[in-house]
Structures are given as structure tokens and as C-alpha cells.
């Protein structure tokens, strides 16, 4: 994902000190406001090391002292909170018919949210062109405010390597794409990182910071949109599989009888539950999908029986689809995006009947089904969330932290 790798290096006093500044950095994160001394005690480290890593960031602006103190017996203690203020981190999102632009702080708050129409064009050329102008005045605007940017992370609906190339992005027409060299190019070697993932990955890293259900530690986001993509989140760490392809659930095929999908095979998730299932339509228009899907809401709350129907038949099929995800990788939430929100409380009922068919562990493996509450840009928020993933981890602006 990171376009500009490091091979492994041998154990050395630099990374050493990225790790344990890493640790201090996350604790501050977790715990603030907190104590040099709260640190020490929680994390094993020695006064003396927490000391001279809390300098350290606050000299870089990732830390800054309060003048809070803490209530208890003994000498009061200079209080730590994040600061972050010179810092952006930005998260793009490319959908078939738009861009949204997403930058927060090291907290994770909001400083810019943008969403433009975009078209894929005739190329790839063509298509980055358009993303390269939005990115470029994001990057201006964080400048204006005096934020130097930490990173930049790339949503693409389709399969993505882990290196970053675009494999396939079939409802852009793109293929074999290096977009995150193209926009440092675009950019001209801006000086941060640039990654570039699949927009159900990072949509599900931007639940597990920032969701209703943020922290869980098995989490599986499926994506509502023209495509079905499901970002799988095990044991606290996002799982992309040997070459980056996993979780395209939305072509396991449910009916060998079925509908023609996108991809030239017959009855995937994809054909049977996705958005172009519910507006019966297999090429809905991007531009008219967020109309027509308003419509269909107003329907069904109208209780029109046909809309009422499809509703149940798409759920029925999804709830097929999330069965086999929540089988195979018992999640304790799995969480519908993008368009699906919307219609979840028509979705749901179906979907629960399923999974208590289907699954085997009881009550779903305890497992809930639930809407995303983080809007239509949870993908571009992801991007900003991936960010701070690599600062959390240890890649920290200035000075001399590495982690390989
Ligand atoms: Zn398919």
C-alpha cells in the first residue's frame, strides 16, 4: 500500500525509539488527558524514557501540555493531550459519478468535507486528471491553514494490489493503474506518503476508528454501491489476503440460474442484492441512483406492495451473501454501507431470517447487523483513518522515526 517502501531493516536504536514514541503517542491518543507518570505506569516503560519521548512529541506537535491537573494524593502532574494542530491527514474517495474529499486532524476531527461530480472518462489519464485538480486544491487548503499533510489514501471501487496498482476497477474501466503514481506526479512529489486502496477496506477502517462500532476488534463492512465489496477487519487488523483481493463476496454466485453480473457471470451477490437489483435495473444511471433510491424509500414507507416485495427479495439474498461472511469469520458486527442505509430497515428483517437459517453458531454467532452511520464518504474518511494508522504506527512526521 505504501508507495514508497522500505525493505526490513535490522533492529537499531531508531526504530526502537519509533516503536516506544508509537506507543507513547497511541496511550495519548486512548487516555487523554494523561500523565507522564500514567504513561509509565501503563505502558512499562521508565520515567525517564516517557519523559524524553513526551519531549520528543511535543516538539513535533503530535503532544501538548495542558495546564490540567490531576486530582489526586501527591505532587500535581502537568496533564498530556493530542495536539496535531500543524497536521492534516486526507482521504479521497473515487466513486463512478463522484470524488469526495475528506481531511481531519490527528484527533480524527473533520477540517474539510467535499464531494464533486466526477467522470472516469475515456482513461485513466483523463479520469486522474480530475482527481489530481480536486486533490490539488485540498493540499492548498491545508496549507492556507498552516497544516503540513501526513498522507494521502486513494479509494478505489475495485481490486487493488498491495503494492497499490489498480488491478480491475470494472464500473471505472480502469485496469493495471499506478494512480497513486500518477497523482504524485499531479502533485509534483508532494512529500507525503500517497496510498491507494479498495474503497470497502478503507471504509471499514474508517468503522473501526470512527463508527457506532469503533474498536471492535472483528468487524466486516459490505459496501452498498454499484458494486458489492465487503472490508474485513479480524483480530483488530485489516485482512487484504496474499495479493490484496479478498473480500469480493460480491461475486460468489448465489444462483447459477441467476441474473448476468457485471463481471460475465451468472447470480453473484453482486446481480441478486446489489443496487441494481433494487431499482430492477442492471445498468442503473450513477447520476440518478440517489433519486431513484429516494424514491424506493418513499415507497416502501408508503407500503407499496411491489416496492415492499423487491425489498424483501434483495434482503433475503443479501442476507444469503452476509451469512456465508458471518459463517466463515464469525465478525461481531457487520455493519451495510452506501446505499444500503437507506433501506436497512427494510433489508434487515430479511437478512436476520437468513442468518438464522444459515448460520450455524446461535444467534448469528453473536453477531449484529447494523447500518453505517458514517454517511456516504465513509471510504474517504477510511483514507484519512489509514493515515493515522501509519502515524499510530510509528511513521512519524519529522526527525529521524522509521518503521520498516
Ligand atoms: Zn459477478
Redesign the pocket.
Known amino acids: 500500500m505504501i508507495t514508497s517502501t522500505t525493505g526490513p531493516q535490522p533492529a537499531d536504536f531508531a526504530d526502537v525509539r519509533a516503536t516506544n514514541l508509537a506507543v507513547v503517542l497511541r496511550f495519548v491518543r486512548e487516555h487523554a488527558p494523561c500523565s507522564r507518570a500514567d504513561i509509565a505506569a501503563s505502558t512499562g516503560l521508565n520515567k525517564a524514557t516517557v519523559s524524553s519521548l513526551v519531549a520528543d512529541l511535543i516538539d513535533r506537535r503530535l503532544v501538548r501540555e495542558t495546564g490540567l491537573t490531576e486530582n489526586r494524593v501527591g505532587r500535581p502532574a502537568t496533564m498530556l493531550v493530542l495536539d496535531g494542530s500543524p497536521y492534516a491527514a486526507i482521504g479521497v474517495e473515487i466513486n463512478v459519478d463522484s470524488v469526495s474529499a475528506v481531511a481531519t486532524g490527528l484527533a480524527g476531527e473533520r477540517l474539510l468535507t467535499w464531494r464533486r461530480s466526477f467522470s472516469a472518462g475515456d482513461s485513466v489519464n483523463q479520469g486522474m486528471a480530475g482527481v489530481g485538480a480536486i486533490v490539488r486544491r485540498v493540499v492548498s487548503r491545508m496549507a492556507k491553514e498552516e497544516r503540513q499533510v501526513l498522507g494521502l489514501a486513494v479509494a478505489v471501487p475495485g481490486l487493488v494490489d498491495v503494492q497499490g496498482t489498480v488491478r480491475i476497477a470494472p464500473n471505472l474501466g480502469w485496469r493495471d493503474a499506478d494512480i497513486g503514481g500518477d497523482l504524485a506526479k499531479a502533485l509534483r512529489d508532494p512529500g507525503f506518503p500517497i496510498q491507494v486502496d479498495n474503497d470497502a477496506n478503507l471504509a471499514a477502517l474508517a468503522e473501526q476508528r470512527f463508527g457506532a462500532h469503533s474498536g471492535a476488534s472483528d468487524l466486516v463492512y459490505l459496501t452498498g454501491e454499484i458494486g458489492v465489496g465487503a472490508g474485513v477487519i479480524l483480530d483488530g487488523r485489516l485482512r487484504r489476503g496474499g495479493l490484496g483481493y479478498s473480500g469480493e463476496i460480491?461475486?460468489v454466485q448465489l444462483d447459477p440460474e441467476g441474473p448476468e453480473?457485471?463481471?460475465g457471470?451468472r447470480g453473484?451477490l453482486?446481480?441478486m442484492a446489489g443496487i441494481g437489483a433494487v431499482l430492477q435495473s442492471k445498468d442503473p444511471s450513477p447520476a440518478e441512483i440517489q433519486v431513484e433510491i429516494e424514491e424506493v424509500v418513499r415507497l416502501a414507507r408508503a407500503g407499496d406492495p411491489g416496492t415492499v416485495a423487491t425489498l424483501d427479495s434483495v434482503g433475503a439474498n443479501l442476507g444469503k451473501g452476509v451469512s456465508i461472511l458471518v459463517n466463515l469469520l464469525n465478525p461481531e458486527v457487520l455493519i451495510l454501507g452506501g446505499y444500503y442505509v437507506p433501506l436497512a430497515p427494510w433489508l434487515l428483517p430479511a437478512i436476520q431470517e437468513e442468518l438464522a437459517d444459515r448460520v450455524i453458531a446461535a444467534e448469528a454467532g453473536g453477531c449484529q447487523v447494523v447500518a453505517s452511520t458514517l454517511g456516504h464518504d465513509a471510504a474517504a474518511l477510511g483514507g484519512a483513518a489509514r493515515v493515522l494508522d501509519s502515524i499510530d504506527s510509528g511513521r512519524l512526521p519529522g526527525g529521524f522515526a522509521r518503521i520498516p
Open positions: 460480491g461475486h453480473c457485471h463481471c457471470r453473484c453482486e446481480a
